[in-house]
């Protein structure tokens, strides 16, 4: 029988504090993004602003359940969670309703449900089972495969949509493998393939591979020269030269039109304010205007007059910004900050490896949607459409961020045995 008075007790108050505050923030600028004089009021459901609020009661609903089930109840149905999101991640490429070119939401009578949000914490639960199996070691090639399908299926599922920017995000896992002992070859290999891939986009890849063979060249010349070593370093300048020369046809062929345009906008390689860069544009305006202090609540001019787009979703921080100038931005980020740090201490004194897992992949999650939407609304990555979490509209998206959290404030009040 569950201890609720001691569930309660300890459960971690200051993440949920962090987690009400964000909210709230979240609430009250997409009031100021969306604003409508016809409909004043914030508690209005006729207004998006108003269904935000029934969004953070029912997400608070939700956590209160997660919190009183038995913590154990999540690893053991993990699969099951698994495969309902496949299920719905299938479903939705039957049914689903094509919104801005991708087919990702269910309609349920005037609510819309995206299966990619809920895949990421059934995606975590999933993978902490099977690396907390016994005799999981990710130095072993059959652990690496299993996980890499763990990953790779719903990732498949959702570029199949296509929506790449959530598919991207369960990359943000490798963090977690790499805590768990995957050698971090992979990460530096990860990061060197990134690398490639942008230069490769702007740089004649004549000459880029011609430098590539001269520095391989030197870091064997330069090095020690055993057999084992210049192998290595000979296959890998091969394989560089292979993905060099493959970029093009992935560019193309994989990424659609309107990503091309905004990573050329990032890159330098095509200047339209007007046109492909106008998001952007706007946004980095919006966020600028702000100044130190912002313009005020429900004052902000780019806001006001819907200069830039998709303003309660995809770019809330712009509201911010302008609202609340850097003051206010710096606030939000150290909310954010905090939130991940708690989350790693949080992780790291788990008694259970499940437990630590899942945490890792908690804050893998959190931090690529904080670090690529931020990024990209003052234009240090590429727009790809993912949300800023708890603050941006929409139900789906707030619900699963609120389980994934919640689930973990759960397992962390179970540490001490509290069943």
């Not at 039957?94 to 299966?115: E, K």
């Not at 909310?335 to 499940?354: C, D, G, K, P, V």
């Not at 234009?379 to 979490?389: A, C, F, Q, S, T």
Request: proline fraction near 3%.
């Amino acid at each position: 029988m569950i201890n609720q008075r001691s569930i309660f007790f300890n459960v971690d108050w200051i993440t949920i504090l962090i987690y009400l505050a964000l909210c709230t923030i979240g609430w009250f600028n997409i009031h100021a993004a969306v604003y409508d004089p016809m409909n004043p009021s914030i508690v209005d459901m006729d207004t998006n602003y108003g269904k935000q609020l029934l969004f953070i009661v029912s997400g608070l609903l939700l956590g209160v359940v997660i919190l009183l089930m038995d913590g154990k109840f999540f690893s053991t149905a993990s699969p099951i969670f698994y495969g309902v999101t496949l299920l719905l991640l299938v479903l939705v490429l039957v049914v689903g309703r094509n919104v801005g070119g991708n087919q990702a939401w269910i309609p349920i009578g005037s609510f819309r449900l995206q299966p990619s949000e809920f895949a990421k914490f059934s995606t975590c639960l999933l993978l902490a089972r099977y690396l907390s199996s016994t005799n999981m070691k990710l130095s072993d090639i059959q652990t690496l495969v299993v996980c890499g399908l763990i990953l790779l299926i719903p990732m498949g599922l959702i570029m199949l949509q296509p929506d790449t920017g959530s598919a991207l995000t369960f990359t943000s896992l490798i963090f977690v493998l790499y805590r768990e002992g995957m050698s971090g070859y992979f990460l530096v290999i990860g990061a060197l393939l990134i690398t490639l891939f942008i230069l490769s986009l702007i740089v004649n890849k004549l000459l880029l591979t011609i430098l590539l063979i001269i520095a391989a060249a030197l870091i064997i010349y330069f090095s020690k020269k055993t057999r084992k070593f210049i192998t290595m370093i000979s296959a890998g300048t091969v394989v560089s030269v292979a993905f060099i020369f493959c970029v093009d046809f992935a560019y193309n062929n994989v990424l659609q039109s309107h990503q091309r345009n905004r990573i050329d906008v990032i890159l330098g390689k095509i200047n339209d304010p007007r046109g492909q860069g106008y998001n952007l544009n706007q946004s980095k305006i919006a966020i600028g205007s702000g100044g130190l202090y912002g313009k005020g609540y429900l004052q902000g001019t780019q806001t006001k007059y819907d200069f830039v787009p998709e303003q309660s979703t995809d770019f809330i921080f712009c509201t911010v910004g302008e609202e609340w100038g850097f003051i206010g931005s710096l606030v939000v980020v150290g909310l954010y900050l905090t939130l991940l740090i708690r989350i790693i201490n949080l992780a790291e004194r788990q008694r259970s490896s499940f437990s630590r897992i899942y945490g890792y992949g908690v804050a893998s999650i959190l931090f690529f949607h904080f670090f690529i939407n931020i990024g990209m609304t003052i234009g240090l990555v590429p727009v790809i459409g993912i949300p800023l979490p708890f603050l941006s509209y929409g139900g789906s998206s707030l619900w699963s961020f609120t389980i994934l959290l919640f689930i973990m404030l759960k397992l962390d009040a179970n540490r001490m045995g509290i069943i």
